[in-house]
């Protein structure tokens, strides 16, 4: 297999900034602080009860994800897996 050259003269990206990455967090943290304050004040109608709680949806899709990625990591990670030697001759 050969080794690519690198190319030096590219440009650095918009996310190889620190101060960019900073800035792009701030305003995902801000998205996440309004939309938790318009949960407050919007009306919903539910079917359950705890459907009406206060960032009930945040919560449950927060859950929802680390049940998929521990699901996907301990369980279906083993089961499609293959030897470290797999394609080796």
């Known amino acids: 297999m ?3 050259p690198i190319n030096t003269n590219e440009k650095p990206g918009i996310f190889d900034k620190p101060e ?5 967090l701030r305003i995902f943290y801000l998205c996440v602080i309004l939309l938790l304050i318009v949960d407050i004040f919007y009306h919903k ?3 359950f009860a705890w459907e ?3 960032g009930f949806y945040s919560v449950y899709g927060f859950v929802a994800c680390v049940i998929l ?3 996907s990591k301990y ?3 083993p089961m499609v897996m293959r030897k470290e ?3 080796d001759d």
Not at 20 to 24: A, E, H, I, Q, S
Request: charged letters at 20%; aromatic letters at 18%; a positive charge.
């Open 75 to 77: 369980i279906l990670r």
């Open 20 to 24: 960019n990455v900073k800035r792009l």
């Open 85 to 87: 030697d797999h394609y």
């Open 69 to 71: 990625v521990i699901v």
């Open 52 to 54: 009406g709680y206060f």
């Open 2 to 4: 050969s080794k690519q």
């Open 45 to 47: 109608h539910t079917y």
